[in-house]
């Protein structure tokens, strides 16, 4: 019985890890639901994580004979090895981002001038918002996103910004991009981290859409160009597909 439980949890394993992420990061209907796919995301994740060490450990556990075979003494310490490596690629993942997400807000506290809304404003052309997240996030934008949006375009970009501050969205690509370090030979872990990336800026735009318009945070995004919250090692998410989302 435990073999047939190790085979199955092995089985379960392999199909989150591949097939499922494959078929997920192609379908249609996330975009429509963004909050629904995350969840969805976050239980192929865990529970991915979890079958594989479920395999070893029932391995580890399997009563073939009266003592104790090799193949329980691999199960176990592949068990201890997999769960280890899993569980200290997210930590190490974890103190590298905030490391570089604080020395990001070390730098544009001494660049940047706090305007009456409590907005970092950077002195540079480019147009351009942004979120650095944390306990104290710092919602930034460039002078020349301010130079280029009008009020309601610029009130869009901003309120979508603080979707991301206020929701804590890093916590929420952070765990993907620890599986993506730790399978990058894994295709289907690169994937999911672009795929969550895109939904978690689908869960701001439809905060600032509701705070604002529409279509006044497609315009926005039209100009502005793309955005991601920065250092959470993933790239940029294309603004087409959101911005058609928005106007649809």
Known sequence: MVSVLA??????????????????????WPSRHPKRAIALWQAVGLLG????????????????????TLLNLVGLAGAAVLLTWLLGVLLTNTIRIERQLRRQRDAVDLLSWIDDDGVLVLDHPEPAAYCLPGPRPRIV???GAIA????????????????????????????????????????????ATAAVAELVEMLADDAAALATSPRALARALAQVGSDRLPSDGTAPASVLPRVRRLVQ
């Open 148 to 191: 280029s949006l009008g009020p309601e375009e610029l009130a869009a970009v901003l309120a979508h910004e603080r979707a991301h501050a206020v929701g804590r969205h890093e916590l929420i690509i952070q765990p993907f991009v620890a599986w993506e370090s730790a399978l990058p030979f894994l295709p289907p872990a690169h994937r």
């Open 141 to 143: 934008v460039t002078h």
């Open 49 to 68: 994580g979890l079958s594989a060490v479920g395999c070893l450990l029932l391995l580890g556990f399997d009563p073939l004979g009266r003592d104790w």
């Open 7 to 28: 085979a199955l949890a092995a089985f379960i394993s392999v199909v989150l890890a591949w097939p499922v992420p494959e078929r997920l990061s192609r379908a249609a």
